[in-house]
């Protein structure tokens, strides 16, 4: 199995002020993804990035998001001007299906163990 | 998105199988049915999907009924490890890199 690496593990920020979650899967994937979890909440989907565009994306990924691949390897998300509500775990996934060189259709998605943010 | 609907929680005995079940009875027919599960302080992790017919790999196997309109995960020996909450998602095969919809999910308790 694939193994998506989320940095950091806790981020720790003042309302107002960006943030960067990396995500650092090993292998070539296709398609990216970001989730949270609000503390005690369901998990709730971002939005899925491919082929260095933004795919999907939810109601909740408003202006104040953004993610970009910026060297072929980390996908990152930004916060541009932190909440005291965006405090969450941040998940990121890829598709993989074992033994296929690219994605085929409702191949599983592999999550990272997150990033908890923490907005004070 | 279809919904599903599992129970809130359900409980079981170590080294005794469990089988958790899920309805959905809007699915369509591009819809594949998915299970994670997520343990404490981890992300989701992957169980087992399928389509139409029953599917078995080394976590679980996945029985379909044969309407579509119901499913259960089967975990054949429960451990404490498997102690998590599992959810059933339905994912619509048309679209490739589609989201996954996450419910509340079954929070499943094994006692030793």
């Known amino acids: 199995e694939p193994e998506v690496t989320q940095t950091p593990s806790h981020q720790v920020t003042q309302m107002g002020q960006e943030v960067i979650l990396r995500c650092v899967p090993i292998s070539n994937h296709l398609y990216f993804y970001w989730y949270r979890q609000i503390l005690g909440q369901k998990v709730e989907f971002l939005v899925s990035f491919y082929n260095n565009e933004i795919s999907e994306k939810s109601e909740i990924f408003d202006d104040q998001f953004s993610v970009e691949r910026p060297d072929g390897s980390n996908f990152t998300l930004k916060i541009r001007s932190t909440k005291l509500e965006d405090s969450a775990m941040y998940f990121c996934?890829?598709?993989?299906?074992?033994?296929?060189?690219?994605?085929?259709?409702?191949?599983?998605?592999?999550f990272g163990n997150g990033t908890r943010l923490t907005v004070t | 998105d279809a919904k599903t609907t599992q129970p809130n929680s359900m409980e079981s005995n170590e080294e005794e199988p469990v089988h958790l079940p899920c309805n959905h009875s809007t699915i369509s027919g591009t819809d594949y049915i998915h299970w994670y599960r997520q343990l404490p302080s981890q992300g989701p992790e992957y169980v087992i999907h399928?389509?139409?017919s029953n599917v078995n790999n080394r976590m679980a196997s996945l029985a379909i009924a044969e309407d579509r309109k119901s499913s259960t995960l089967i975990l054949h020996r429960a451990t404490l490890r498997d102690a998590a909450v599992y959810y059933c998602?339905?994912?619509?095969?048309?679209?490739?890199?589609?989201?996954?919809?996450f419910g509340e999910g079954t929070q499943l308790t094994v006692n030793p």
């Open positions: 399928g389509l139409t």
């Open positions: 996934a890829i598709d993989y299906h074992p033994g296929q060189g690219t994605v085929s259709y409702n191949s599983p998605l592999h």
């Open positions: 998602i339905l994912r619509d095969v048309r679209t490739s890199g589609s989201r996954l919809t």
